[in-house]
């Protein structure tokens, strides 16, 4: 099939190169000339593993190209994709602006039959919406249908999550619309494809993502707990989730969900069901307790070293998740300017995201991004984990100890196990598990 996509970052260029692998012609756009030419040259605009293979190999097959030039993908294309951004406003609804212009862009451009298909996550009704801008600004009547076809993928593992779906979901209400999705995915796929109305697709990607938020908050609240009760939340989480009902995924305590869908969808659906009147007072505490992980790894850090301010901390991972170089929403967006407005001096390292926090957050005299983890601790007073990335988990502890000043660590991660950091010496701190203190501590009165 003959097929254009809007948006070319995290979900478009993968949907992109994951369409053409899939041996259709694929045309994409994206309206920065930057990242046009970057990805023509076959160049990746971000770091996910098994894209720079793809990219190659579909540009040289000659089946996908990319332009800056939307009349060239609509008038190629059967179907076309929607994959900009849906961004949240101030107000925690999903800010449109990106899919509204792209249906006022192709609205004119329409000449014969065309699918126009929502991939990027909207709030229910939204079909409706693009569907009636499209009819208002076409000028004549055109022949076109609005459908939703929700992504799924996860950013670390997108490639291998396009090419390999454990579902579909198709929203169609017209016929013609469900057919010619149907066609294109049956043919390459054989796993569950769910087939159903426009709305209701909308509403399951909202919905998936506001579940997978509640099961993560659940799983920190269990680790409040846990820290209370002598318990650890590992444990706990294995023993519930071993239960096919439950599930071990998504439970694994730490900082919380971040990126660029979790945090963005749940207040988007909350704001739809507010807007509808609808009791969504579940969702605003997953939403609560999420933003306290970064308050509860703090207070942490400032119990083990007690006075931060001219402390030298080292800082592994500042990537939302490990596998991307992705800082959307991640922990460290709190964490780190909270720790340099104490006075810390950081020493940050991460094996992606770096270029990308310091566009945010320059270098200077207490902030320096360092080139290998050995390189952050150097000198540290304590240690904290941000991101499970892998390297990480296969550090040499004995020379990172050998190489701190004070062997603390702090682990929003759960990257260790207790008695592995007790055995190589460190004082070390987590979330719901057991502390790790060699020294004794403080008396603490309690209110
Ligand atoms: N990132 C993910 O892992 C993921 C997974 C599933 C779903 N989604 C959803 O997919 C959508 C896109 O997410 P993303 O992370 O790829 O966003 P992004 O911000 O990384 O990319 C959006 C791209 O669209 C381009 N764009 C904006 N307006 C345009 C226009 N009028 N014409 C052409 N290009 C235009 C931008 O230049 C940008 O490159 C969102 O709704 C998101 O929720 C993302």
């Given at each position: 099939m003959r097929?254009?996509v ?6 478009g260029l993968?949907t ?6 899939l ?15 970057r990805l023509a040259?076959?160049r990746p ?7 720079q293979e793809?990219l190659?190999?579909n540009?040289q ?13 609509t ?5 076309i994709?929607l994959?900009?951004g849906t ?10 602006y990106q899919?509204?212009e ?11 039959y065309?699918?126009v ?5 909207v709030?229910a009704?939204t079909a409706y919406w693009?569907d009636w ?6 000028g ?9 076809n ?6 670390g593992?997108a490639v291998r ?10 929203g169609?209400d017209t ?7 149907l066609d294109?995915y049956q ?7 769910v087939?159903t109305s ?8 909202q919905?998936?993502?506001a579940?997978l938020?509640t ?7 269990v680790?409040?707990?846990?820290e ?5 939340v ?10 096919p009902?439950?599930g071990?995924?998504f439970?694994?305590a730490g900082l919380g969900?971040?990126g660029?869908?979790?945090p ?5 659906l ?6 509808k009147?609808?009791?969504i ?6 939403e609560?307790?999420?933003s306290?992980?970064?308050d509860?790894?703090?207070?942490k ?6 006075v931060?301010?001219?402390k030298?901390?080292?800082v592994?991972g500042?990537?939302f998740?490990?596998?991307?170089d992705?800082?959307r ?17 950081l020493?940050?390292y991460d094996p992606?995201?770096m270029p ?5 957050h320059?270098p ?6 360092v ?5 952050a601790v150097r ?15 296969s ?11 004070t062997?603390?660590i702090v682990?929003g991660?759960n ?5 592995q950091?007790?055995?190589?010496g460190?004082e ?9 203190a ?10």
């Amino acid at each position: 099939m003959r097929l254009g996509v809007f948006g070319t970052g995290y979900a478009g260029l993968v949907t992109s190169v994951g369409l053409a692998e899939l041996g259709h012609a694929v045309t994409a756009i994206d309206k920065d000339p930057d990242i046009v030419a970057r990805l023509a040259d076959g160049r990746p605009t971000f770091h996910e593993p098994g894209l720079q293979e793809l990219l190659t190999s579909n540009l040289q097959a000659g089946r996908l190209r990319f332009t800056t030039r939307a009349e060239e993908a609509t008038a190629a294309a059967d179907i076309i994709f929607l994959c900009v951004g849906t961004p949240p406003r101030a107000d925690g609804r999903a800010d449109l602006y990106q899919v509204e212009e792209v249906a006022r862009t192709i609205a004119p451009l329409l000449d014969g039959y065309k699918l126009v298909v929502e991939k990027s996550t909207v709030p229910a009704r939204t079909a409706y919406w693009i569907d009636w801008t499209i009819r208002r600004l076409a000028g004549r009547e055109r022949e076109f249908d609005v459908a939703s076809n929700p992504e799924f993928l996860r950013e670390g593992s997108a490639v291998r999550d396009f090419l390999a779906p454990a579902r579909i979901v198709i929203g169609a209400d017209t016929g013609r619309a469900r057919s010619l999705l149907l066609d294109l995915y049956q043919r390459s796929f054989d796993c569950p494809i769910v087939v159903t109305s426009v709305t209701t697709a909308e509403l399951i990607k909202q919905t998936a993502n506001a579940f997978l938020a509640t099961k993560i908050s659940f799983i920190n609240l269990v680790a409040d707990l846990c820290e209370e009760l002598g318990v650890d939340v590992t444990t706990v989480a294995r023993g519930v989730g071993l239960d096919p009902r439950v599930g071990s995924d998504f439970l694994r305590a730490g900082l919380g969900f971040g990126g660029s869908c979790l945090p963005k969808d749940l207040s988007a659906l909350i704001r739809v069901a507010e807007d509808k009147g609808v009791d969504i007072g579940m969702l605003r505490a997953v939403e609560h307790i999420n933003s306290a992980r970064v308050d509860r790894l703090l207070a942490k850090v400032e119990r083990a070293l007690w006075v931060v301010r001219h402390k030298v901390v080292a800082v592994l991972g500042v990537a939302f998740k490990p596998d991307t170089d992705d800082i959307r929403g991640a922990p460290s967006l709190g964490v780190i300017p909270r720790l340099h407005e104490a006075g810390a001096i950081l020493r940050v390292y991460d094996p992606a995201a770096m270029p990308r926090l310091k566009t945010l957050h320059p270098p200077d005299d207490r902030l320096t991004y360092v080139e290998s983890a050995i390189e952050a601790v150097r000198g540290a007073h304590a240690l904290v984990v941000l991101t499970d990335w892998e390297e990480f988990r296969s550090l040499d502890l004995g020379r990172v100890r050998s190489l701190m000043r004070t062997p603390i660590i702090v682990d929003g991660r759960n990257l260790f196990e207790p008695a592995q950091m007790q055995v190589a010496g460190f004082e070390y701190y987590s979330l719901g598990r057991g502390e790790v203190a060699p020294r004794a501590e403080p008396q603490r009165e309690r209110v």
